[in-house]
């Protein structure tokens, strides 16, 4: 079974600056997706990217990126220009194209604090 | 317009008691889900539905029966409440159930209390 670790329970960066989020899974796939999911105090999960493990280039979306280290089965979350906005719980998620969206596994979240 | 709406937000019960969560989609996707989020805000999904039929489900107890009308909605019913049930429960949908690499569209959950 597809486990997902996120070993960060709390982060917190000042406003503006960059932060790192960490992510490894564990899989006997070559072939998945990775995705970071944010929820902010609204509680309301939205997605804030997505990377396909057959794609050696790493996603990028605005302020987020991913390093992927398919090898090393980890993939954190890059925020620049960190903002007031981005305070929320992240969560790391996993999905096999063999199962679907059924078995989209989370991990246990961190909690990310913005510093003014 | 809210793509994925759940009623009630907050949902405070006893013990023994039987609820209903309701949840609608308008984005016109095929799949919809229940997940539930306990306190230490882990996320497990529960249950899937793909054009009305049940897909999965995941060891949940039988006192949980999702219900699905249409394919825009899919309602969760929850019988002799558990204080062990007190989470925070996310109806969500996707186009496809076998797109795995698809966006998960979420609701804004439902916090349940049970006393």
């Known amino acids: 079974a597809q486990t997902v670790t996120q070993s960060q329970p709390e982060m917190s960066v000042q406003e503006a600056e960059t932060v790192t989020l960490s992510c490894t899974y564990d899989?006997?796939?070559?072939?998945?997706?990775l995705f970071w999911y944010k929820q902010p105090p609204s509680r309301q999960m939205i997605l804030v990217i997505r990377?396909?493990?057959?794609?050696?280039q790493n996603a990028t979306e605005n302020r987020f990126s991913v390093n992927f280290q398919k090898a090393a089965k980890s993939f954190s979350l890059k925020i620049s220009d960190s903002q007031l906005g981005d305070a929320a719980m992240y969560f790391c998620?996993?999905?096999?194209?063999?199962?679907?969206?059924?078995?989209?596994?989370f991990g246990t979240g961190t909690r990310l604090t913005i510093i003014p | 317009d809210t793509a994925v709406s759940q009623t009630p937000k907050y949902l405070v019960t006893q013990m023994g008691n039987d609820k209903s969560i309701k949840c609608e989609q308008n984005?016109?996707?095929?799949?919809m889900y229940w997940y539930k989020q306990d306190s230490k805000k882990f996320l497990k999904i529960m249950f899937s539905?793909?054009?009305?039929?049940?897909?999965i489900n995941e060891t949940v107890p039988n006192r949980f029966s999702p219900k699905s009308p249409d394919k825009a909605h899919l309602n969760l019913h929850i019988n002799s409440l558990e204080l062990g049930d007190s989470a925070v429960y996310f109806c969500?949908?996707?186009?496809?159930?076998?797109?795995?690499?698809?966006?998960?569209?979420f609701g804004s959950g439902t916090q349940l209390s049970v006393l």
């Open positions: 984005l016109g996707h095929d799949t």
């Open positions: 998620a996993y999905s096999s194209p063999n199962f679907g969206n059924e078995k989209l596994t």
């Open positions: 969500a949908s996707s186009p496809q159930l076998t797109g795995a690499g698809e966006k998960l569209f």
């Open positions: 899989t006997s796939e070559s072939d998945y997706y």
């Open positions: 990377q396909e493990a057959y794609k050696q």
């Open positions: 539905y793909n054009n009305k039929e049940l897909i």
